[in-house]
Structures are given as structure tokens and as C-alpha cells.
């Protein structure tokens, strides 16, 4: 079984940066977080979940949704099963739950946009950033 916990959320001002980290523990067919694409979405009151950022299973390829290029990088550390996203310049509009998801099985090695393409997810985080 696979678990992912995310941590590192909470109440910041605007122009302020969060690191959110993602613990993943656990194997299933075989496979392990090293050999899987990960991302963050994230999901606003009232709105549906989207993408901010995802990432290869080397790290080598990553993805940003406009809103957040410049501001926001994804890393990971295969060796610590951690996934990771900084986040600086925070706005009031980034305010959501951040949830961090992982690909798992065969040819998924590559960054994917939509959540169906992603089987396992963490609990989310609260990130709220005031103006």
C-alpha cells in the first residue's frame, strides 16, 4: 500500500514563501516513488482541483500552470521518497488545499495534468495567503 502525507501549509501574508513536502511510503506491483511522475494540485473553495506543478521520476522534465510559473518549483528527493514544492511571491489567489499525487504503474514516468491520471494522493494541506 502506498501513503502519501503532506506537510508545511498554513497562513502566510502575501509576498510570503511556504515549502510543502510530500512523504511517500510504501510499494505496490512492484514499483516505488522513484520510478513514478509526481505533481501538486490544489482545489479553492468552491472550484475544482487543478494542477500546479508536476515533475518526472528523475526530475528532469517539470510542468508549471501559468499562474504559478516563476513563483513556484517542484522537486523531489528519491532517495527520501519526498516530493517537494517552494513556493514564493505567495497571493491571496493561491489560498486552497494542496494536495500531492503520484503516478503509478506501467510508462508512468512522465509529468500528467489531469488528476485521473494520478493513483495515489495525499490528505491535502491548508495554504491560505493574506492580503
Known amino acids: 500500500q502506498v501513503q502519501l502525507v503532506e506537510s508545511g501549509g498554513g497562513l502566510v501574508q502575501a509576498g510570503g514563501s511556504l515549502r510543502l513536502s510530500c512523504a511517500v511510503s510504501?510499494?505496490?506491483?512492484?514499483?516505488?516513488?522513484?520510478?513514478?511522475?509526481a505533481a501538486w494540485f490544489r482545489q479553492a473553495s468552491g472550484k475544482e482541483r487543478e494542477i500546479v506543478a508536476a515533475?518526472?521520476?528523475?526530475?528532469?522534465?517539470?510542468f508549471y500552470a501559468d499562474s504559478v510559473k516563476g513563483r513556484f518549483t517542484i522537486s523531489r528527493d528519491n532517495a527520501k521518497n519526498t516530493l517537494f514544492l517552494q513556493m514564493n511571491s505567495l497571493k491571496p489567489e493561491d489560498t486552497a488545499v494542496y494536495y500531492c499525487?503520484?503516478?503509478?504503474?506501467?510508462?508512468?514516468?512522465?509529468?500528467?495534468?489531469?488528476?485521473?491520471?494520478?493513483?495515489?494522493w495525499g490528505q491535502g494541506t491548508q495554504v491560505t495567503v493574506s492580503s
Open positions: 499525487a503520484v503516478r503509478w504503474g506501467i510508462a508512468t514516468h512522465a509529468p500528467a495534468y489531469y488528476p485521473a491520471e494520478y493513483a495515489y
Open positions: 510504501g510499494a505496490a506491483s512492484g514499483r516505488t516513488f522513484a520510478s513514478n511522475a
Open positions: 515533475i518526472s521520476w528523475s526530475g528532469g522534465d517539470t
